[in-house]
């Protein structure tokens, strides 16, 4: 399975460069998906990912219409703190992104 799902992981990621905005959302859902696949220690792990306080509540507000600055205003922190805990969340493949007219939007992955 694990080599089957690091296959998958390469195509989609190879797709990504070339599809239009819409495509790549969904890819990216399917990436992680499959990422999730390929470690089930991730889904074993979400409570502890999400234990600290300050990412749970990140967690909560990407919600596709946050950026990091948002995020950072709404939480009373700094950028590099958000960009911090966003960075755990991104590599657990518990949050995506869009990028849209130079900015960054955050969303839950699997919601």
Do not use: W
């Not at 070339?18 to 998906?33: A, F, G, M, P, Y």
């Not at 960009?83 to 960054?104: N, Q």
């Amino acid at each position: 399975m694990k080599t089957h799902c690091k296959d998958r992981i390469k195509e989609v990621n190879s797709l990504l460069k070339r599809e239009n905005i819409e495509t790549r959302r969904l890819l990216e859902k399917i990436l992680c998906v499959l990422k999730l696949a390929n470690n089930k220690a991730i889904l074993r792990e979400k409570d502890k990912i999400l234990r600290n306080e300050t990412r749970r509540r990140i967690y909560q507000l990407c919600d596709g219409k946050h950026t990091v600055s948002n995020i950072a205003s709404e939480l009373k922190t700094t950028q590099p703190n958000v960009s911090y805990h966003l960075s755990s969340l991104l590599e657990s493949g518990l949050v995506l992104y869009d990028d849209l007219g130079g900015k960054r939007y955050y969303f839950k992955s699997l919601e």
